[in-house]
């Protein structure tokens, strides 16, 4: 009798190879197809893929179908953003759950039949993965949105009275038209934000001029089209102003008395808001020798917001302030923000404060939250207080060295030394700082200088935050947690491949923890590949965000953490405190009962509008430094590769931290293979590498101040032109423009 062929069971990186070389997900069904799998085996199959699944390196779809994490579905909502060079649609996946940038979409050339889109219509569209795990084709089934209503752009009228508006963002590249009597006589180069008109010319869409905001370019411009851009609420509804105007001093009541500490506030000269002040001094109790005692009290925005009222309901909406070079965008009106939620000194404020006990360690040994009045006995500056501490003090700070500066840097050492033991993702990112003058034009761009008054506050901060998420929990009331989940395996695997490179090993079959990233950041300090091997780790991390159920803060090391220091300028921070009343009853302003049951959908409600404001400030920055450099289109300038693509290199300048596009096309003449392991593109012909990281000499070659982006050229790197065709054939009439040819040709 013939023995039935043994099939050896795939590995799992065959399964994976497999489920990524499809254009879909696959269900076992296939997989056991295309493995020839029969009887027992399938049971062996459903435990890889179990265990795939909690590595995180599949995810599990509808009907128990199987796809890389990020893979989208057969059939899904998608929103048109623009159009490539080529002309053909581009557009984006809706409530996308993946890690990183999503795939790229195209829109599938029209049919007869199917439906006609274009740039800002939401669309139910057939999915078809193309090319690799990231390109994507889709095809229309129906519109289920219409274009956003408006467009903010750059107004250029036509001879023949009609116009056109160039949007400000980078994800529209379609123009629209502008017909006649609808321009509201904007000039030629005006900002103006736009109706869209339903309908279309041409393929372009009508719009008609509601606002003329002065020329592109002129004095604070550039944080307009960042706010419009990104649709970011700027205005106050009536209700709200009317509440914050109304607003004035919180009685004692049975507030904790806490005026006689002496509390100071610590932030940037440019800071515009100051809700948060700090106080320490050895602890007394001599049983803790060598300890502090310790002091964060935080504005009581909770006494004046209430859950339900017209503040709420816009604090809500907006989800948190939003910072500009030369403005802010806050949450609450002007009357609290700088009013009565801002601790200036020597003015009494409510607060919500906590005091804490730590011994000569660091660590925390007991905490205390109260609601009080305070009174701030100075505003001071990082620099001041640094200053102070390393023996130049001025007249502001001199008085306050021996019995407020000092313990605070006491108290601070002993923080420091337990987040050492403890394990802190040490990623210290230059941040870019634009000074702008009276009249609004860009003077410098320069690095944040980053002092130890900086950190001294950071980890006053944190362990105010820490104490927070810890009483709620004790006292069961919700929390809107701070989460931070460890890096996906995928990215995991990436890292280790890239860091073997290296000669550089990341810890494996263990817990992960910050400590195994900070020994390899120690490793190449101080080497040419210190940058690099930064910018890889910083990419490979999860993104943090807010959310009721608790996972830890990997990046802090933490098992618990909670926003509690800033709820003038973030929603969450609000809920904290709500709750903190309700749980340790506290008066007025709690936490209403019902409200445990919208905590996840405020956590996400919230955690969009942070991002929203993360993107808004990086695009003025980036728009405010394109315009400080726009006069020296031509100029060389020194910087470093900060992102590495298949279209080309991202180069960051150094001094301003501007960044640009090095595009593909204009690198030295050969065929570049992206490497996306090694974060470089290789030549194929010559092998010649660019890599992340590495510093590269480019020269200015555009710098558009309408989208705040910008191209650069490599240094001498000129690159021949190509032929425009091949030869004509022997014999061959040369082609006349607007001659018809042959059908099939």
């Known amino acids: 009798m013939k023995k039935p062929k043994i099939v050896p069971i795939p590995s799992k990186q065959e399964i994976l190879d497999f489920i990524r070389s499809q254009p879909g997900r696959v269900g076992k069904r296939e997989l056991a197809r295309a493995f020839n799998l029969r009887g027992s085996d399938k049971i062996d199959l459903k435990a890889i893929l179990k265990e795939l699944e909690r590595e995180g390196a599949v995810e599990r779809g509808q009907k128990r179908r199987f796809a890389s994490p990020g893979t989208l579905p057969d059939v899904g909502v998608v929103e048109i953003i623009g159009t490539d060079a080529d002309g053909e649609l581009l557009a984006r996946p809706l409530n996308y759950e993946g890690e990183g940038r999503p795939p790229r979409i195209f829109m599938a050339p029209f049919r007869p039949g199917e439906a006609a889109v274009g740039v800002g219509d939401r669309v139910l569209a057939k999915l078809k993965r193309i090319r690799g795990e990231d390109v994507y084709e889709a095809r229309a089934i129906r519109i289920i949105g219409e274009a956003r209503a408006r467009v903010l752009g750059v107004f250029e009228p036509n001879p023949d009275g009609t116009g056109r508006i160039r949007p400000t963002s980078r994800k529209e590249k379609a123009e629209y038209m502008v017909p006649r009597g609808e321009s509201l006589d904007a000039k030629a180069g005006e900002l103006v934000l736009a109706d869209i008109m339903p309908g279309r ?14 020329l592109l370019g002129a004095p604070r411009s550039v944080s307009l089209v960042a706010i419009h851009t990104n649709d970011i609420p700027f205005e106050f509804p009536e209700a709200a102003l009317k509440q914050a105007a109304a607003e004035g001093p919180a009685p004692l009541g049975d507030r904790t008395d806490l005026r006689s500490i002496p509390l100071v506030t610590i932030d940037g000269e440019d800071a515009r808001d100051f809700d948060d002040a700090v106080f320490a001094e050895p602890d007394p109790d ?4 060598g300890g502090w005692h310790c002091m964060v009290a935080i504005a009581d925005v909770s006494w004046y917001v209430r859950p339900g009222d017209a503040l709420d309901k816009e604090a809500f909406k907006r989800g948190n302030s939003v910072y500009f070079p030369d403005r802010v965008v806050p949450m609450l009106p002007e009357e609290l923000s700088n009013g009565w939620c801002s601790l200036k000194p020597d003015e009494d404020r409510p607060c919500m404060a906590v005091h804490f006990w730590l011994d000569a360690l660091g660590n925390k040994l007991r905490h205390r939250f109260v609601r009080g009045m305070m009174r701030s006995v100075a505003r001071l500056t990082y620099t001041q207080v640094q200053a102070a501490k390393d023996g130049t003090p001025d007249e502001k700070t001199a008085p306050l060295l021996p019995n407020v500066i000092e313990p605070l840097y006491g108290a601070w050492a002993a923080l420091f030394r ?4 403890r394990g802190v993702l040490e990623l210290d990112i230059p941040e870019r700082k634009v000074i702008i003058t009276p009249e609004g034009k860009v003077e410098s761009i320069t690095e944040r200088e980053r002092f130890d008054s900086h950190r001294l506050i ?8 820490v104490c927070a998420a810890e009483t709620l929990e004790k006292v069961h009331k919700p929390c809107m947690y701070r989460i931070h989940d460890l890096p996906s395996q ?8 890239f860091l073997s490179s290296l000669d550089l090993k990341l810890a494996k079959g263990q817990v992960l923890r910050p400590a195994h990233f900070n020994r390899i950041l120690e490793a190449v300090a101080d080497t040419a590949n210190s940058h690099l091997v930064s910018e890889v780790i910083l990419r490979s991390q999860a993104q943090a965000q807010y959310s009721p159920e608790n996972i830890g803060h990997f990046g802090l090391g933490l098992a618990r953490y909670a926003h509690f220091t800033s709820p003038i300028r973030r929603y969450a921070d609000l809920l904290v405190h709500r709750a903190l009343i309700a749980g340790l009853h506290l008066g007025e302003g709690a936490l209403p009962a019902d409200a445990v049951a919208e905590f996840a959908e ?3 409600h919230i955690s969009v509008t942070e991002r929203r404001a993360a993107v808004a400030e990086r695009e003025a920055v980036d728009r405010y430094v394109t315009a400080f450099l726009s006069d020296r289109v031509g100029a060389s300038f020194s910087g470093k590769v900060s992102g590495v693509t298949r279209f080309g290199l991202f180069v960051t300048l150094d001094g301003t931290g501007a960044d640009g596009l090095v595009p593909i096309s204009t690198l030295p003449e050969d065929f570049y293979v992206h490497d996306e392991v090694h974060h470089c593109l290789v ?3 010559t092998r010649k590498t660019f890599q992340l990281g590495q510093k ?3 020269v200015l070659a555009e710098a558009n101040t309408l989208t705040g982006s910008m191209v650069f050229k490599l240094e001498g790197g000129e690159r021949p032109p190509r032929p425009s065709s091949r030869p004509p054939r022997p014999g061959a009439k040369p082609f006349r423009p607007g001659a018809k040819r042959h059908k099939g040709r």
Do not use: T
């Open 201 to 214: 010319l041409y393929g372009l869409r009508s719009a008609s001029v509601k606002e003329r905001m002065g």
């Open 286 to 289: 001599p049983k803790n020798a």
């Open 458 to 465: 950071e980890d006053f901060m944190i362990m105010a935050n």
């Open 490 to 497: 995928e990215k995991l695997e990436g890292l280790r491949e």
């Open 696 to 698: 590269l000499e480019v």
């Open 602 to 604: 405020w956590g996400e």
């Open 418 to 421: 337990e987040r050492k033991e």
């Open 683 to 685: 030549g194929k012909r």
